[in-house]
């Protein structure tokens, strides 16, 4: 598939930037979207697209989007919901931790859906790429509600693609582990990310995989192919995987400590 018209959240930077950009080279209109005004109109003026800032996390931003790209592109053949957030903590996070990671990171997807599953249904179809990421997968120490969020993001997806795949509507979540982006390289320091830091990847190595996966209809777009090995072995033995990730947090505590 190579979409004419792609939306992209969270595309001021990192994967979003990078896929507006793959996106945009390959011949595409793109519409740019990040809650950063300024990074959203520095990506769309590089890529020649069109800045539409907003909220991801915010219902009526996201319908907005989608009137956007109907009125500005015709329509819509990829829409990417790209946004998301990391916020550090345990079980102890504050609740606004927890209820801005749902929303951000769970919500903005349903926004999406309920903005654009009857245009698409009316109009004989769509694609919806969702940024998981493989903490839906597996998890993510150090930050339970990114973890747990990510989860519930990974099963909306799911569901998403049972229920509407007769229909015309691909639906596939792209769940990378360790990314350059400031998400891996900024605040504080925890044991998933000195493990994930390891094998990262750009930006733009992630964009690639996903323009290959647009070729077909895969469900998980896997840019580290190991996370399949991963999520295999978590499958068939919890346990073991379970006990393998604590003495990885263990190693990190006793490091900090030392």
Not at 28 to 47: F, G, T
Not at 192 to 214: N, Y
Request: charged share 20%; glycine share 10%; net charge negative.
């Amino acid at each position: 598939m190579s979409p004419r018209r792609v939306v992209v959240t969270g595309a001021g930077g990192g994967i979003g930037a990078a896929l507006a950009r793959r996106f945009a080279a390959a011949g595409a209109r793109v519409i740019v979207n990040d809650l950063d005004p300024a990074a959203a109109q520095a990506v769309a003026a590089e890529i020649g697209g069109l800045a539409v800032p907003g909220d991801a996390g915010d219902e009526a931003d996201v319908r907005r989007l989608a009137d956007a790209a109907w009125e500005e592109l015709g329509g819509c053949d990829l829409f990417c919901a790209n946004a998301g957030m990391l916020s550090p903590g345990s079980a102890d996070a504050g609740d606004a931790d927890w209820e801005r990671a749902w929303r951000v990171n769970v919500m903005s997807h349903v926004y999406v859906a309920r903005a654009m599953l009857p245009r698409w249904l009316e109009n004989g179809g769509g694609r919806l790429l969702l940024t998981v990421s493989a903490a839906g997968l597996l998890t993510l120490l150090g930050s339970a509600p990114y973890s747990v969020t990510k989860h519930a993001a990974l099963g909306f997806a799911e569901w998403l693609r049972a229920t509407y795949a007769h229909r015309g509507i691909t639906v596939q979540a792209l769940c990378p582990q360790g990314v350059r982006t400031d998400m891996l390289t900024g605040g504080r320091d925890s044991a998933s990310k000195a493990q994930l830091a390891a094998t990262a990847m750009e930006p733009a190595e992630v964009a690639a995989v996903v323009a290959k996966a647009l070729e077909g209809d895969s469900f998980l777009v896997l840019p580290h192919p190991e996370v399949a090995e991963y999520y295999l072995r978590r499958a068939t033995d919890p346990d073991r995987w379970l006990g393998g990730m604590n003495k990885i947090q263990r190693h990190f505590e006793s490091e900090a400590m030392a």
